[in-house]
């Protein structure tokens, strides 16, 4: 999710593609101190719903989004706005979608449209509301962290479906301070940590991985040359 790549993101800058470390400790000093805290809860809050529902149905080409289900955000967690047909769900993910030790876990602008096919809105999506009910409800980062652990020591949380995956093409997105928009991508989901055995991050290899031990799986992500409106997107080098 956003953002569970967005910590993978975040150090990109400091690399030719945006994946990396971060650039320095000083510069991940810096980015701890911006948002040390949850923002006032409606700062995360979209006024105009049906704003929100475009934003989300962004993330994946309309011949997909346009029969998904959309949820918005509401005081206390997501909520139904649109019924599809498809299976799929489009949402805009806020910033504590990434680990609870990522800078940028609380900062209010990020707005990051995604759209998971069905075995991902099974067995991903459920972890996401959960966090976000819990950062809404003003629980600490240590308190959203050690929830969903146990969610997923109980096994609260359905198990990782084979196949889950999800669309993030808007070229609307904001993933964070320095990636923005970013690149549009495809994003799949795999247990444990996976990247050898997908070849990920290996010199020519079109595949990206950002582990995500909180959540005890591997998104792998590939980028694409469109956004979802079909436009040409900048090349991974620019």
């Known amino acids: 999710m956003r ?117 991902a809105r099974k067995s991903v999506v459920p972890i996401y509301l959960q966090k976000t009910r819990l950062a809404l409800a003003g629980k600490s980062k240590s308190g959203i962290a050690g929830a969903v652990a146990a969610s997923l020591d109980r096994k609260e949380v359905p198990n990782l479906e084979s196949g889950a995956m999800c669309y993030m093409m808007s070229k609307h997105q904001y993933l964070n301070d320095r990636g923005k928009s970013w690149h549009p991508h495809l994003m799949f989901f795999v247990g444990g940590d996976a990247s050898s055995s997908w070849g990920a991050d290996l010199p020519g290899s079109p595949i990206m991985a950002a582990n995500d031990p909180e959540e005890r799986m591997t998104i792998m992500m590939v980028w694409v040359g469109h956004w979802s409106d079909g436009t040409p997107a900048a090349s991974m080098d620019h």
Request: glycine share 8%; hydrophobic share 45%.
């Open 3 to 119: 953002s569970h790549c967005a910590r993978f993101i975040a150090g990109a800058c400091a690399v030719v593609v945006v994946i990396a470390t971060a650039a320095s400790a000083v510069q991940a000093q810096g980015d701890k101190d911006l948002y040390p805290a949850m923002a006032a809860r409606t700062m995360y809050m979209m006024a105009d719903r049906d704003a929100e529902v475009a934003l989300a149905r962004s993330a994946a080409p309309r011949s997909i989004s346009d029969s998904a289900d959309v949820m918005v955000l509401g005081p206390e967690g997501y909520v139904g706005a649109v019924k599809g047909t498809n299976g799929f769900l489009c949402i805009v993910e806020r910033s504590w979608g990434a680990g609870t030790d990522d800078p940028e876990f609380w900062n209010p602008k990020i707005r990051s449209p995604i759209c998971f096919n069905p075995s």
